[in-house]
């Protein structure tokens, strides 16, 4: 669900965002750049979840095994 906000921002600021992103953009654009301010994650859950992904598990471990050889 989406809520309408009204903000107010200084004219140049408004002029750079309707040149450079757009005008029908400005909200996404901007919504893209609060998210990660304002959602707040249960990073121990989400390491727990992907530690349970045992496809994800195993390109990883795959991964650092072919790699290990790079180091030297």
């Known amino acids: 669900m989406q809520k309408k906000l009204t903000i ?3 004219e140049h600021i ?3 965002l309707y040149n450079i992103v757009g005008r029908r953009r400005i ?3 901007i919504e893209n750049l609060v998210r990660p301010y304002v959602t707040q994650q249960n990073l ?3 390491y727990q979840q992907m530690a349970e992904d045992e496809e994800r598990e195993a390109e990883a471990l795959a991964w650092a095994e ?3 050889g790079d180091i030297s």
């Open 8 to 10: 107010t921002i200084d």
């Open 44 to 46: 121990e859950t989400a």
């Open 27 to 29: 909200s996404r654009f």
């Open 66 to 68: 072919a790699t290990i």
């Open 14 to 16: 408004y002029e750079g």
